[in-house]
Each structure stands twice: as structure tokens, then as C-alpha cells.
């Protein structure tokens, strides 16, 4: 009985749902979601306005940085000397969906100068009164340039390994390829070393190895222009410390060799080439203590000027605090060169910051340095020992 009766229910559902199912389909008929649009004939489509070098060039992977730099000296006599800048950077890298194949830097400054005292950020200075422009990097980056000739494992396994440089940049022997000192009044030793921090060259530069980085290049050896003036230029290798010991142990550094011509002021300032070897150490350490960091850097290097010897060695010693608001550094360093004599100073520095972004990328800060010029050589610029004060204030963002 309960069977019979289970399927009469059943029945009688069934025949109630079809039927309101189809009394549902008189009343509203299946309606085409799609019949109210519009076909499109792609030929009749608008087309996209074309835009212009400039827009593609500035849409993306494109940075532009804002530079002031406004510096006071004053030496021991009461000469003081003033120098007003406003800079720019331009970076563009040039990528695909997966990769980035090239990258652009230039960067600049318009600058006013009255008077001259032998800072050490602004030794060039002495030949510029008055207005000038000066450009700093300009050079281009091709990333990975032998993929083309790879397969596709052999291409990660080199990616970073051969990359190539070509213009102006940091001379690549000690730290400053990897230190930034573009915007600071303490400097490294190559100003002294070469008689220019920055060089035109072209090479290659990448990984060796999980360890270790090379940079090889060829430099003009010319210094600020580039020009040949009958020096033949110089070979450059550096081999250092991968970027891991620096993320894991605040630790850099590098071995350093150049050979060649380059051109140097001797005698009197006059411009000759000077045949030059040198072979350089170099590292830095980074170390926390108690509410800030420690940071030690040491160059030194030796060789030849013709058949002249030399010898150069910097030691500095810099706290910066927890808070990356204030700093303070020193700064021994000594250039040797027979038979002319030695250039020395020592150097102190406190320094206020209102922005210090760990990546260089936003710095906002005051300086005041006083450095001691402890021994002159004797056909140098300046000739006697002298002290001179910088008061620096500098915006980059």
C-alpha cells in the first residue's frame, strides 16, 4: 500500500511540474542574451591613434630624477666659494613579457660657480667659473647579449653573464662602481689615482660564478671629454664579490687591474699622456651595533706614472643611525707618487638626513665636512697645507 501510493505522489509531481514547465514557455519565451548587440566589422573599427616617439619612450620602464645641490666652501684665509646645481636622471630599460634586453642612463646638472676652493667632490671645478653644463653617466646596457646563440637551458644557466657596457661611467677600479658617490663630498681614491673618477669606455661585464662578478672594459682614458690626444687608452679588469656577501655579511670588495695611455695634467698643468699600471684592493664591511650601523671601506693601490712609482690608500670610517636621520664619518686618504711627493688630508663629517631611502632612490640632506689637507706635493695645484669647510645641502627624488 505505502509502494502504491509513493508513486502516485511521484506521478502526480511530475505531471504538475511539466505542466507548469510548459505553461512557464507559453507565457515567456527563451529570449537571445546576445540579440541586442551590435556586429562590428573589424575593418570599421576606430582605429588607435598613433602616438608619438616621446609617449613610447616615456610609457613604461621609464624613471626621471630631480637633482639640487647647493654648496658652500670657505678656507682657512676667509676665501669662500659657492657652487648651485640643478640635475636630472634619465633611466629607460627596454624589455619584452619575460625579459629586460637593454637599459639607458643619463645624467646631468646645470651648474654656477663663483669662486674655487679644492673640495674634494668638486676638484674639476677649478676649470669651470661661471656657468656650465656638465654631464656625469651616460651609458647603455645590452642584457644577456649572447642569448641569440644559446638554447633555451644554456640561457638560464648564463642569464647575467654576459652583458655589455658602452659610454660614460665610473672608472671600474676599487669601490666605485658599486658606491654611488655622485651626490656626497666624500669621495674614493680614483680622482686622485687617474685624475678623473669617471671614463668613456665600452666591454663586458656579469657573473663569473656564484662568488664572484667580473667587469672587463677598454677606456678612452680621457677623462671627462671624450677625446684622443695620443694616449692609446687603457685595459681595465676588476673581478668582485658577488652581491650575496653583501645581502649576508655586509661585506665587499674586489681585486682591480688597469694598463695603458691615459691623459694626465704634468708639468704645469699641461695635458700629456702618462703611461700608467696599477693593481688595486679594495674592500667594505657593514657591521650593526647598537642602535645603528658600522660601515668600514679601505682602498688601496700601486703601480707607475711612466717609470714614476705610486701609491695611494683611503681608510674611512662611517656611523649612521638606527633611525637613518643622522651620520657621522671620517675619512684618512694618501696619494704617493715619486718624485713629486704626497698629497694626504684627513676628513670629518656630520651629516643630517631627512630622507634616506636604503636604495639611493629619495635623499633629502644637510652636510657639514672640514677636511685638513696635511701634506702637498710639490708641483701640485695648492702649495701649502690648508683646511677648508663644506656646508652641502642636496635633494634627489
Known amino acids: 500500500m505505502f ?32 540579440a541586442d548587440i551590435a556586429v562590428v566589422n573589424p575593418a570599421e573599427a576606430a582605429p588607435v591613434p598613433a602616438q608619438s616617439w616621446m609617449n613610447r619612450f616615456t610609457h613604461s620602464n621609464f624613471g626621471f630624477r630631480k637633482e639640487i645641490m647647493s654648496e658652500f666652501t670657505f678656507d682657512q684665509d676667509g676665501n ?13 630599460k627596454f624589455s619584452t613579457e619575460t625579459s629586460t634586453l637593454a637599459s639607458f642612463n643619463f645624467q646631468g646638472r646645470m651648474v654656477r660657480r663663483d669662486g674655487f676652493n679644492p673640495v674634494m667632490n668638486d676638484m674639476e671645478g677649478q676649470s669651470r667659473p661661471g656657468w656650465a653644463f656638465e654631464y656625469h653617466n651616460v651609458y647603455l646596457d645590452l642584457y644577456n647579449v649572447l642569448n641569440p646563440l644559446l638554447g633555451s637551458e644554456r640561457k638560464g644557466k648564463n ?31 680614483n ?5 678623473f673618477e669617471r671614463d668613456w669606455y665600452v666591454g663586458m661585464r656579469g657573473m663569473v660564478n656564484r662568488h664572484f662578478n667580473y667587469d672587463a672594459y677598454y677606456m678612452v682614458g680621457s677623462g671627462y671629454a671624450l677625446r684622443y ?7 681595465a679588469l676588476r673581478l668582485s664579490l658577488a652581491g650575496r656577501y ?10 682591480s687591474v688597469i694598463a695603458g695611455d691615459r691623459l694626465a695634467a704634468v708639468h704645469a698643468g699641461h695635458i700629456h699622456p702618462v703611461s700608467t699600471q696599477r693593481v688595486g684592493l679594495d674592500g667594505r664591511y657593514r657591521h650593526a651595533v647598537n642602535r645603528g650601523t658600522l660601515t668600514f671601506t679601505n ?21 649612521l ?52 689637507r696635511l701634506s702637498v706635493k710639490a708641483h701640485g695645484p695648492f702649495d701649502r697645507p690648508f683646511t677648508v669647510i663644506a656646508l652641502q645641502y642636496y635633494v634627489y627624488r
Do not use: C, M
Not at 502504491?4 to 542574451?33: M, N, S, V, W, Y
Not at 669662500?80 to 629607460?92: D, P, T
Not at 655622485?182 to 669621495?187: A, C, D, I, K, R
Open 246 to 255: 653583501s645581502a649576508r655579511y655586509g661585506l665587499e670588495g674586489g681585486v
Open 80 to 92: 669662500a666659494a659657492s657652487r648651485q646645481s640643478l640635475g636630472f636622471e634619465v633611466l629607460k
Open 229 to 235: 690626444n695620443g694616449q692609446r687608452g687603457l685595459a
Open 321 to 372: 643611525h638606527a633611525s637613518r636621520r643622522w651620520g657621522l664619518a671620517t675619512q684618512y686618504r694618501r696619494f704617493w707618487q715619486d718624485p713629486t711627493g704626497v698629497d694626504a688630508s684627513v676628513v670629518g663629517e656630520v651629516s643630517w638626513y631627512f630622507r634616506n631611502d636604503p636604495g639611493s632612490s629619495n635623499l633629502h640632506w644637510v652636510k657639514f665636512d672640514v677636511e685638513r
Open 159 to 189: 642569464a647575467g653573464r654576459f652583458n655589455i657596457r658602452a659610454g660614460r661611467f665610473y672608472v671600474p677600479f676599487g669601490l666605485n662602481t658599486q658606491t654611488d658617490t655622485h651626490g656626497t663630498v666624500l669621495q674614493l681614491s
Open 191 to 195: 680622482e686622485d689615482n687617474f685624475g
Open 3 to 34: 509502494t502504491l501510493r509513493a508513486r502516485a505522489f511521484g506521478l502526480a509531481t511530475t505531471i504538475l511540474l511539466t505542466g507548469g514547465l510548459r505553461a512557464d514557455a507559453q507565457k515567456a519565451p527563451e529570449q537571445d542574451p546576445f
Open 299 to 319: 682602498e688601496i693601490s700601486g703601480g707607475l706614472d711612466a717609470r714614476n712609482s705610486v701609491f695611494t690608500e683611503l681608510h674611512e670610517g662611517e656611523y
